[in-house]
């Protein structure tokens, strides 16, 4: 809580609290697959993650070898999946259009430990800072998201009081965060938009660079898109792309620099409900 604050009738903002699933169509948007991909990957990612896991350089540190020959499409695409499950940490970085959410950018740095920070960004809904740690979470909108957050409890919030808001951070911990803006650093539901990607149509292109990574190129037919993998005999994921926007893997073994921010730059609810904001 911010001390030497005076009191100031917020009314009804606390009730925006339920509504930061700010910019959750950036990451539920599924890019040309299957919504209820992503429910299933969020519950069997776990597991999978246990079962095969590194913590530095590529997703994987002892890979499947490489088959003889020429790999089939899907099944190289399917291992490169399989990798990402198995990364301890990861940056993903998507640019999507989705219905309902407009165009959305999510650059997020998240590990296997519930820890992330980066930044959400939605045409309809403004922009989100989110510093998550384990259970806790801290979230800074910009006016766009404070402006969007107290639409929906029915009462705006005048220019005045955004003006006061503004470079602070919203505190919650896990008993009042609702599904939304901490899933989406979550592991199971990003890793989920790629679940099925696999069983899509698509045939071996050539080879390429990404980011300095040799790479091969997988072409999604029904989608019209590009699926990048690390060429070798440890493929992982690098970049999807299709009509709908474009997601990015990379800094796998990195650890997340989740560093909560100084208490003077945090609002909790409480401050909200009886109405204290900065002086």
């Known amino acids: 809580m911010v001390r030497g604050w005076r009191g100031r009738a917020l009314p009804g903002i606390a009730g925006a609290v339920a509504l930061t699933g700010l910019l959750t169509g950036c990451a539920g948007g599924t890019i040309g697959l299957p919504d209820e991909a992503v429910t299933a990957a969020a ?30 499409a899907s099944d190289l695409v399917e291992r490169s999946i399989d990798a990402l499950n198995g990364a301890s940490s990861m940056r993903i970085a998507m640019d999507l259009t989705t219905p309902g959410a407009g165009h959305g950018q999510v650059d997020v740095h998240l590990d296997d430990e519930a820890n992330c920070t980066g930044t959400f960004t939605s045409s309809e809904q403004g922009t989100a800072d989110v510093i998550r740690r384990g259970d806790d979470t801290w979230t800074r909108f910009d006016r766009s998201g404070w402006q969007y957050l107290a639409a929906g409890t029915g009462t705006p919030l005048d220019a005045e009081t955004i003006d006061l808001l503004l470079g602070y951070y919203l505190y919650m911990p896990a008993d009042a965060q609702e599904s939304g803006m901490p899933a989406t650093c979550d592991f199971g539901p990003l890793l989920g938009l790629m679940e099925g990607l696999s069983e899509s149509p698509m045939r071996l292109g050539g080879t390429t660079t990404h980011d300095g990574v040799p790479a091969r190129t997988v072409e999604l037919l029904e989608e019209d898109g ?25 800094d796998f073994g990195i650890p997340v620099d989740a560093v909560p921010p100084p208490d003077d730059l945090v609002l909790d609810l409480t401050d909200l409900s009886s109405g204290q904001i900065p002086a």
Do not use: I, K, N, Q
């Open 226 to 250: 590009t699926v990048l993998v690390a060429a070798g005999p440890e493929p992982y994921l690098l970049h999807v792309e299709t009509a709908d926007g474009e997601m990015t893997f990379s």
């Open 43 to 72: 519950e069997e990612s776990a597991a999978d993650r246990d079962a095969d896991r590194d913590t530095t350089g590529s997703p994987v540190e002892d890979g499947p070898e490489e088959p003889a020959g020429e790999p089939e």
